[in-house]
């Protein structure tokens, strides 16, 4: 079945760019959406196709794509910032969607 | 304002049936795609399947299509996610969502979250 390869884990020191790749083989035809999902709390939508802020999300989150991998960059990385993040998208055919295996991201 | 509230935790055995709710209000109901995703303790997102309420159409990840069932009573504006024999690896959190959509049409992610439904399987 189709799969989303995220990196394991990103460090950076705050006040410096995060960048979160996922990679899928059906990303040319379907849109990326990442979420951001903290300790003991539901995910939270920061990206939508592929690079668009929805509303109430910091300006520091964007996203940008590829050929097959996108990027959800973080400008000027918060401590507020440290949390899982994860890209989902659907697969080929829009039948089914898939969640990346999720990237820890760690504020130093 | 839109919200999704999820049934409580559940503490069951192995070979036991389930079945856990959701139940949205604030919009309407029937117009949006309810999905469920698993979240195994420690792991990462899994989307499990969605399901439209006014017509019942539902579609399954391939991962999880005959292991569990999900169904909406619109009626009262509650989906649900059911097991019929659980498995010790079935414990997880369990979280519903509304499919993001607009006079446009839907859209392929999830714009609200239920707070999530613990689920422990004890064999």
């Known amino acids: 079945s189709y799969e989303l390869t995220q990196p394991p884990s990103v460090s950076v020191s705050p006040g410096q760019t995060a960048r979160i790749t996922c990679s899928g083989d059906a990303l040319p035809k379907q849109y990326v959406y990442w979420y951001q999902q903290k300790p003991g709390q539901a995910p939270v939508v920061v990206i939508v196709k592929d690079s668009e802020r929805p509303s109430g999300i910091p300006e520091r989150f964007s996203g940008s794509s590829s050929g097959t991998t996108v990027t959800l960059t973080i400008s000027g990385v918060q401590a507020e910032d440290e949390a899982d993040y994860y890209c989902q998208s659907p697969d080929s055919s829009g039948t089914y969607w898939v969640f990346g295996g999720g990237t820890k991201l760690t504020v130093l | ?123």
């Open chain 2, 1 to 123: 304002e839109v919200q999704l509230v999820q049934s409580g935790a559940e503490v069951k055995k192995a070979g036991e049936s389930l079945k856990i709710s959701c139940k949205g209000s604030g919009y309407r109901f029937p117009k949006y795609w309810v999905g469920w995703v698993r979240q195994m303790p420690g792991k990462g997102l899994e989307w499990m399947g969605i399901i439209y309420p006014d017509d019942s159409d539902t579609k399954y990840s391939p991962s999880f299509q005959g292991q569990v069932t999900i169904s909406v009573d619109k009626s009262i504006s509650t989906a649900y996610l059911q097991w019929n024999s659980l498995k010790a690896s079935d414990t997880a959190m369990y979280y519903c969502a509304r499919r993001a959509a607009d006079s446009s049409g839907s859209y392929n992610y999830f714009d609200r979250w239920g707070q999530g439904a613990l689920v422990t399987v004890s064999s």
